[in-house]
């Protein structure tokens, strides 16, 4: 049985310079799988390969057995394949229920048919994803601001809902690009249980982490970067004790 997202050998180079150099790993469907690593170890060109935001120079990325390379960024999503940015912009206007239902417009089947006559169809997809949304609001404890704009909310309550608009669509794996970057360190831990509940409601999650203590406490299995290759993996504990890990980070023999 392969596992849920496998990447083989996944190499990208910018102008010479290599980025991501030959890298292999897999993610298990209901993990969290963190990978964290120095500025400019290939974290963030790994994400933007997998999800076809950058073309791989070579290798192979599957998630359930469907290869995603060459695939368009809506074919990526159709896959079953979401991704967060580091840097979050919400609509400041929208209330956090309609930012979710917003973000199913991609992968409506309703037509402007069914929009016209509203149809039965159309409402019955509204009422599911209705149902979604208020599902996940009360995961990440957002039920109060539920019906405000997004505009009020702190930056890390702005993270969990991009987090949560890339769930509606119900994805196989959601790839997180620093989701506790810029935020208040007092609400971090807010984001790590939240994000801990969504794996116990049966979520996946690749997430790639310049804060190793977030990532040791909430992974079930952890990858380390080093210069675009993958340096070490293993549970939390195991990586955290090898000296290889501090020596990449500090630059230092441990
Ligand atoms: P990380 O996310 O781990 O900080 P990146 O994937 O952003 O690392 O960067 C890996 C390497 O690739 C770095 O040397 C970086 O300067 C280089 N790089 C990243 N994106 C680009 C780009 N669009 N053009 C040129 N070089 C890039
Ligand atoms: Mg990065």
Redesign the pocket.
């Known amino acids: 049985m392969s596992a849920l997202l496998e990447v083989h050998g996944l190499s990208?180079a910018?102008?010479g310079?290599?980025?991501?150099d030959d890298v292999s790993f897999s993610v298990e469907s209901s993990q969290i799988v963190g990978v964290i690593?120095?500025?400019?170890?290939?974290?963030?060109?790994?994400?933007?390969c997998i999800s076809s935001f950058?073309r791989a120079d070579r290798g192979t990325v599957t998630l359930a057995g469907q290869s995603l390379i060459g695939l368009p960024p809506q074919k990526i999503a159709l896959a079953g394949l979401m991704r967060t940015f580091q840097n979050v912009r919400v609509y400041e206007h929208l209330s956090v229920m309609e930012t979710l239902l917003n973000a199913m417009v991609p992968f409506d089947a309703a037509n402007w048919v069914d929009a016209l006559l509203r149809t039965k169809r159309l409402r019955t997809a509204e009422a599911d994803a209705r149902g979604r949304a208020d599902e996940l609001i009360a995961l990440v404890g957002l039920q109060r601001y539920r019906d405000a704009p997004s505009g009020i909310l702190s930056y890390g309550q702005k993270k969990l809902v991009s987090l949560i608009a890339a769930l509606m669509p119900r994805p196989k794996l959601v790839v997180l690009?620093e989701p506790v970057a810029g935020v208040n360190p007092s609400r971090i831990r807010e984001i790590e249980q939240a994000i801990a509940r969504l794996r116990a409601a049966g979520e996946t999650f690749l997430i790639?982490e310049?804060n190793t203590e977030f990532i040791m406490n909430l992974c079930d299995a952890v990858i380390v970067?080093d210069q675009?290759r993958k340096l070490t993996e293993g549970p939390p504990q195991v990586v955290h004790a090898d000296p290889r890990v501090l020596e990449a980070y500090l630059g230092v023999r441990a």
């Open positions: 990208k910018y102008h310079v290599r980025a991501l690593g120095p500025n400019g170890s290939g974290k963030s060109t790994m994400i933007d950058q690009d790639v310049h970067f675009g």
